[in-house]
T-cell receptor
Framework: DTGVSQNPRHKITKRGQNVTFRCDPI?????LYWYRQTLGQGPEFLTY????????KSRLLSDRFSAERPKGSFSTLEIQRTEQGDSAMYLC?????????????FGPGTRLTVL | AQSVTQLDSQVPVFEEAPVELRCNYS??????LFWYVQYPNQGLQLLLK??????LVKGINGFEAEFNKSQTSFHLRKPSVHISDTAEYFC??????????????FGQGTILTVHP
């Protein structure tokens, strides 16, 4: 069990550029979650997958955000035309398929800075 | 909709003193409750969780929490803190069903600072 990994750990970009983050969950965890954490706040839910199906998207996830999980393994989160308000820590978590009672295991996060 | 309120944004305490971090939640359905800890530049790590049964839950690193349904609270306690407990602590809620199924709703976090 190597834990949840996220790449890159840090990303600095200019406003208007596109960025993509990757999350590799714990193997055999079929649920994968994305959260966003801004300074001084707790993480906020963005979206989650069960296998390759995206089951829920938060209203925080504007049309500029898209997430995929091809083949139910790793996931990518893309932000198009980045804005300064997108600067945040993007956290990925995974869990086994036993519903809300399961522990979600978090990765170290990707810190995005939009200049 | 669910919500979580952590009543203290910062808690300073001296080493070996007891500490309580307060958490209140709001939900129209039954809940699961969690406490996570986040050390600087690291991801969130689960301290403990309440699913059902005994309202007193014990977790890692000597922490425990008590679920109080009537007061909708889930306060975190430790009888004697160490310097290494300095971190940010998050209370979170999940549900076995309803529209919030599968996602955690977090509080704003409490920064615990342990002084020597």
């Amino acid at each position: 069990d190597t834990g949840v990994s996220q790449n890159p750990r840090h990303k600095i970009t200019k406003r208007g550029q596109n960025v993509t983050f990757r999350c590799d969950p714990i193997s055999e965890h079929n649920r994968l979650y994305w959260y966003r954490q801004t300074l001084g706040q707790g993480p906020e839910f963005l979206t989650y997958f069960q296998n390759e199906a995206q089951l829920e998207k938060s209203r925080l996830l504007s049309d500029r955000f898209s997430a995929e999980r091809p083949k139910g393994s790793f996931s990518t989160l893309e932000i198009q035309r980045t804005e300064q308000g997108d600067s945040a820590m993007y956290l990925c978590a995974s869990s086994p398929p036993a519903g809300g009672k399961d522990t979600q295991y978090f990765g170290p996060g990707t810190r995005l800075t939009v200049l | 909709a669910q919500s979580v309120t952590q009543l203290d944004s910062q808690v300073p305490v001296f080493e070996e003193a007891p500490v309580e971090l307060r958490c209140n939640y709001s939900s129209s359905v039954s809940v699961y409750l969690f406490w996570y800890v986040q050390y600087p530049n690291q991801g969130l790590q689960l301290l403990l969780k309440y699913l059902s049964g005994s309202t007193l839950v014990k977790g890692i690193n000597g922490f425990e929490a008590e679920f109080n349904k009537s007061q909708t609270s889930f306060h975190l306690r430790k009888p004697s803190v160490h310097i290494s407990d300095t971190a940010e602590y998050f209370c979170a809620v999940n549900s076995p069903g309803g529209t919030s199924y599968g996602k955690l709703t977090f509080g704003q976090g409490t920064i615990l600072t342990v002084h020597p």
